[in-house]
T-cell receptor, first 113, second 116 residues
């Protein structure tokens, strides 16, 4: 899987929007962009994924740059429960890549009450 | 609750002992994965099954580690002759097995192993 780069940590005030960036300059045309998060003392949790178009679900929005070399996970109103480590992961859609998830160190999001 | 379950949640053992962990995936999921996570790091892939077939193993999976998934349902991960370096969280995940890059994995709560 291609490499991603994320900031080590970010802070947000409660009830404000949060934009978590991810750079993936070596992304291939068949790579999906996935986001997972890991709350303290829990297993990772799927958040959202996309290929080219922006995506929305009940948890978050994913904004993908036109050249696909970066993406941003958007939490519209951060709550204390959103404090977690957020991982941006590329998944090969061609079928040639592994099915494993390759986690980096992610971004640790702190939410301030 | 129909999520992924793991047992036990915590295991303390002495160096040299064998341990076995169990994972029950979401019932309709045909792929099952094992990951390991040490403090301050993201989870690292160990192995994965498509139904009962073990199709991929990481270089992290030494000869002391063995995993099975009989009948394509639950899975076990056994560590023989445990070492202090095996102390970690062990996560199981499962997925439907969608083609391409759309497949999403659902993780269990993990088993915390402490080797004394």
């Amino acid at each position: 899987d291609a490499k991603t780069t994320q900031p080590n940590s970010m802070e947000s005030n409660e009830e404000e929007p949060v934009h978590l960036p991810c750079n993936h300059s070596t992304i291939s045309g068949t790579d999906y962009i996935h986001w997972y998060r890991q709350l303290p003392s829990q297993g990772p949790e799927y958040v959202i994924h996309g290929l080219t178009s922006n995506v929305n679900n009940r948890m978050a929005s994913l904004a993908i740059a036109e050249d696909r070399k970066s993406s941003t996970l958007i939490l519209h109103r951060a709550t204390l429960r959103d404090a977690a480590v957020y991982y941006c992961i590329l998944r090969d859609a061609s079928g040639a890549g592994s099915y494993q998830l390759t986690f980096g160190k992610g971004t640790k999001l702190s939410v301030i009450p | 609750d129909t999520g992924v379950s793991q047992d036990p949640r915590h295991k303390i053992t002495k160096r040299g002992q064998n341990v076995t962990f169990r994972c029950d995936p979401i019932s309709e999921h045909n792929r099952l994965y094992w990951y390991r996570q040490t403090l301050g790091q993201g989870p690292e892939f160990l192995t994965y099954f498509q139904n009962e077939a073990q199709l991929e193993k990481s270089r992290l999976l030494s000869d002391r580690f063995s995993a099975e998934r009989p009948k394509g349902s639950f899975s076990t991960l056994e560590i023989q002759r445990t070492e202090q370096g095996d102390s970690a969280m062990y996560f199981c995940a499962s997925s439907l097995g969608l083609t391409g890059g759309r497949d999403t994995q659902y993780f269990g709560p993990g088993t915390r192993l402490t080797v004394l």
